[in-house]
């Protein structure tokens, strides 16, 4: 198994890339926010092309980026990976924020090497139960978005989507018909740093909106004033 560890502590870094590697797993090291970041989308990239999924040790406190900030970022990415989050707070306030930004599990440190193998492992088996029940292929209607080649289609015709485009196609066809607020979507699509004033939102709707339902008897992308977006199959003629 490959494991990322995002840890700016080089005595904690050490022991843990000691540790796993003595127990067959491949380890690689980042010692700042901005270098797991590069290393984490990299190995996402390879897990894409079918490669071996790779998990992530993240440690809470970093010095340039924090690691929720990572763990957020990520996740706003599409990057998958599992992420195991280590700190040092152990409040319930904070165990929840962590959780809440995509990390799937948190360990309090100081902890002991087998609980963390233990947890290791277990998110091993949750990722590859995940894999095997995840669908591949997202279809609402006739539109249809394969995440294997990330190529869209609506009614057997190609979509020319943008890499920003696919992502929120991705992410409203995740579950249809669930109502997705601006502030939902920008966190998901564009991460942390965009300004949650802007229109964004609304102009990449607009573009979808354009590709995928231009022409089209059936609208597939609805509007809730005020409150957000939807994807869903609905009556000719249903309110965007």
Not at 48 to 72: K, N
Not at 176 to 183: A, Y
Request: aromatic share 4%; charged share 25%.
């Amino acid at each position: 198994m490959n494991i990322l560890i995002i840890e700016d502590d080089d005595r904690i870094s050490g022991f843990l890339q000691r540790g796993l590697r003595a127990e067959g797993m491949r380890v690689q090291v980042a010692r700042n926010g901005s270098e797991g970041l590069d290393l984490a989308r990299a190995a996402w990239r390879d897990h894409r092309a079918g490669g071996e999924t790779t998990l992530v040790i993240l440690d809470l406190m970093l010095g340039d980026v924090s690691g929720l900030e990572v763990c957020q970022t990520l996740r706003a990415g599409q990057v998958e990976l599992p992420i195991l989050m280590l700190t040092a707070l152990s409040t319930v306030e904070d165990r929840v924020n962590g959780l809440r930004l995509g990390a799937d599990d948190y360990l309090c440190k100081p902890f002991d090497f087998e609980e963390l193998l233990a947890r290791i492992e277990a998110l091993r088996r949750r990722g590859r139960a995940l894999q095997s029940a995840a669908p591949m292929v997202l279809r609402v209607d006739d539109l249809e978005l394969d995440r294997t080649t990330m190529k869209a289609t609506r009614a057997g015709k190609v979509l020319a989507l943008t890499a920003r485009e696919l992502a929120l196609l991705e992410l409203l066809m995740s579950a249809p018909g669930r109502l997705f607020s601006r502030e939902r979507i920008l966190a998901n699509v564009w991460g942390v740093n965009e300004d949650p004033l802007t229109n964004i939102v609304d102009v990449y709707i607009g573009r979808l909106r354009g590709k995928i339902d231009a022409g089209q008897t059936q609208p597939l992308i609805h509007t809730q004033r005020g409150l957000g977006y939807r994807l869903e199959a609905g009556p000719a003629g249903a309110a965007r």
